[in-house]
C-alpha cells in the first residue's frame, strides 16, 4: 500500500509519518511539502492513497485534489486540515474525498480511516485483480516468441512492473520470468518431438535468440540438452 502524505509544516510531516509507522498500517508513506511536488510524484508513481494538507504554499490541497482527479479517479484522498471551513468541504465534495480530518490529529481517529479506506483499497484491488492477471496470462500465452518482458507486459496491463510481479506470482504461484520460460520450453518440447527445425532455429522460433542461453535453460529443466532430447524421443518412436 503506497500513501502519499503532504504537509507543509515538517513537525505535522514527521508527527503523521510517525504515527503510520508505529501503527502496524502495512504502507509506504511517502512526503511531499506543497501540492506541486505531490503532484510531481503522483504523476510518476502509482499511490493508493493521497494524505493532504489544504493551506500549502506554491500549490494548496484543493488545486492538487483537482489537478489529481483529471489523470486519476481512482486514488483514496483523505484532507488533514487545520481549517474547520465548510466551504473547502463542500468545493471538494465532487473529487470524491473520503474524509476530513481536522487538526491537531487525533490519533485514534486518523488510524480508524487511514485502516477503512485501505480496506476499501484492498477490496477494490482483490476484485480486480484476476481480470488484470488474465489479460497478462492472454498476452503472454499470446506472444510469449516476442521480446518481452515484465516491463512492458506491465504497461499493457497498466501497471507498475513491480506490482504486477509480486501480484503475478501470487496469482499463479510462480514470478513472471519462470511462467514465460517454462511456456517457451513447453514449445520448444513440441517442435522437437513434431518438427525437424534446428535447434537454434527452434530457440529463436519461441523466443529465446541467444542459443547457449536456451540449452542451459532446457537442461536445467529436462535433465539433457535439446538435441540428446530429441535423440531419445527418436529412439521412442
Do not use: C, W
Request: glycine share 6%.
Amino acid at each position: 500500500m503506497e500513501i502519499l502524505l503532504v504537509d507543509d509544516n515538517p513537525i505535522e510531516l514527521q508527527g503523521i509519518h510517525f504515527l503510520i509507522d508505529k501503527s502496524g498500517i502495512q504502507a509506504n508513506v511517502t512526503n511531499a511539502t506543497n501540492g506541486e511536488d505531490a503532484l510531481a510524484m503522483l504523476q510518476i508513481k502509482p499511490f493508493q492513497i493521497l494524505l493532504t494538507d489544504i493551506k500549502m504554499p506554491i500549490m494548496d490541497g484543493v488545486e492538487l485534489i483537482k489537478r489529481v482527479r483529471d489523470f486519476d479517479q481512482d486514488i483514496r484522498i483523505v484532507i488533514i486540515s487545520g481549517y474547520d471551513d465548510f466551504n473547502y468541504a463542500r468545493s471538494l465534495l465532487p473529487f470524491n474525498v473520503e474524509d476530513y480530518i481536522l487538526k491537531p490529529v487525533n490519533a485514534v481517529q486518523l488510524l480508524a480511516v487511514l485502516r477503512d479506506v485501505i480496506g476499501q483499497v484492498q477490496g477494490d484491488q482483490e476484485g480486480s485483480r484476476m481480470p488484470v492477471i488474465n489479460a497478462a496470462l492472454a498476452i503472454i500465452h499470446n506472444d510469449y516468441a516476442e521480446a518481452l518482458t515484465l516491463e512492458n507486459l506491465a504497461a499493457r496491463v497498466f501497471l507498475s512492473p513491480s506490482y504486477l510481479s509480486s501480484l503475478f506470482k501470487k496469482e499463479t504461484g510462480v514470478g513472471f520470468n519462470k511462467y514465460l520460460n517454462d511456456l517457451r520450453l513447453d514449445r520448444a518440447v513440441q517442435l522437437l518431438q513434431g518438427s525437424n527445425m534446428k535447434v537454434a532455429d527452434i530457440a529463436g522460433h519461441v523466443g529465446i535468440e541467444n542459443v547457449p542461453y536456451f540449452n542451459r535453460l532446457f537442461k536445467k529443466e529436462y535433465g539433457m540438452t535439446p538435441s540428446d532430447y530429441r535423440q531419445q524421443e527418436y529412439r521412442h518412436v
